[in-house]
T-cell receptor, first 114, second 115 residues
Framework: DVKVTQSSRYLVKRTGEKVFLECVQD?????MFWYRQDPGLGLRLIYF???????EKGDIPEGYSVSREKKERFSLILESASTNQTSMYLC?????????????FGPGTRLTVL | AQKVTQAQTEISVVEKEDVTLDCVYETRDTTYYLFWYKQPPSGELVFLIR??????QNEISGRYSWNFQKSTSSFNFTITASQVVDSAVYFCALSLHNAGNMLTFGGGTRLMVKP
């Protein structure tokens, strides 16, 4: 059974804290993605990775960084959390190739920054 | 750049009604893929369907059906005889060929099915 897991379902942090969101997939997928979801805006891509140690900026990378040291794990880092980063964060993975473009999603992490 | 628009932000129906969720997309590419995902209250997006740009055949899966029309750049989703369990947020998305899984999502439509 396909599985993408995220380290926390709910997280509360204070402004200025460094925050790590972890994502693990067990499907041996090359591609992994981080999105944030806000009401009315749908899902917006923050960063993605095509391979270990590779990363690419998405549509809204400001204030975020990522790390992919192993194929199965993709971490999203908020270097100094701010209240406007309060959101739902969704991780996804997908196989490589031009038509293997279905993404599988984790359950999401609802982050609140106070 | 590509864009996906879901003009209906929220729809409310009574159980057993049919409901259609609209999706309009923009792209200059000729090869692309369209998706629908369901997000139930639990939060996890569930894949429903993928269509490629060369296959305009409508698809039916149980109570779900999809109408893809390139002439109007639309990929609409109809639920027949809706049920309370269909209540969720539904997202339409677009991916370009050779874009490595990159998806552009619409803003989502929240469907509420009342008993």
């Amino acid at each position: 059974d396909v599985k993408v897991t995220q380290s926390s379902r709910y997280l509360v942090k204070r402004t200025g804290e460094k925050v790590f969101l972890e994502c693990v997939q067990d499907m041996d997928h090359e591609n992994m993605f981080w999105y944030r979801q806000d009401p009315g805006l749908g899902l917006r891509l923050i960063y993605f990775s095509y391979d270990v140690k590779m990363k690419e900026k998405g549509d809204i990378p400001e204030g975020y960084s990522v790390s992919r040291e192993k194929k199965e794990r993709f971490s999203l880092i908020l270097e100094s959390a701010s209240t406007n980063q309060t959101s739902m964060y969704l991780c996804a993975s997908g196989g490589g190739g031009p038509s293997n473009n279905e993404q599988f999603f984790g359950p999401g992490t609802r982050l609140t920054v106070l | 750049a590509q864009k996906v628009t879901q003009a209906q932000t929220e729809i409310s129906v009574v159980e057993k009604e049919d409901v259609t969720l609209d999706c309009v997309y923009e792209t200059r590419d000729t090869t692309y893929y369209l998706f629908w995902y369901k997000q139930p209250p639990s939060g996890e997006l569930v894949f429903l369907i993928r269509r490629n740009s060369f296959d305009e055949q409508n698809e039916i899966s149980g109570r779900y059906s999809w109408n893809f029309q390139k002439s109007t750049s639309s990929f609409n989703f109809t639920i027949t005889a809706s049920q309370v369990v269909d209540s969720a947020v539904y997202f339409c998305a677009l991916s370009l060929h050779n874009a490595g899984n990159m998806l552009t999502f619409g803003g989502g439509t929240r469907l509420m099915v009342k008993p």
